[in-house]
């Protein structure tokens, strides 16, 4: 069974993750649209919350996100930034078993 797994696994693409073990604020982004494409998108969800909602909103931002987005403060921005992947690196942390949540 593990042979099949591997077939489909890509391996750990994450730099941090692959020298420390310590998964990245974006790890599981591989996943989301793998499980995606597998029409499961609550497991994508659970994989990487801001990745998933990144991607949706790069693809809608043509039709009107985007005008909002650069109309913030740089400052906002930035703040709105920093917070998403600090709650993101908490996310992933506690999936990974490194915090007890």
Do not use: N, Y
Request: charged share 10%; net charge positive; proline share 9%.
């Amino acid at each position: 069974m593990s042979a099949l797994h591997r077939v489909h696994d890509p391996g750990t693409l994450c730099p941090l993750r692959a020298l420390t073990g310590i998964p990245c604020p974006l790890c599981g982004g591989t996943t989301v649209f793998i499980e995606l494409g597998a029409a499961h998108p609550v497991k994508a969800l659970l994989a990487s919350p801001v990745v998933l909602l990144g991607a949706i909103g790069l693809a809608t931002a043509p039709l009107g996100s985007g005008r909002r987005w650069w109309a913030l403060d740089p400052r906002i921005r930035a703040w709105i930034i920093g917070v998403t992947l600090g709650l993101s690196w908490v996310w992933q942390l506690a999936r990974f078993g490194f915090l007890p949540l």
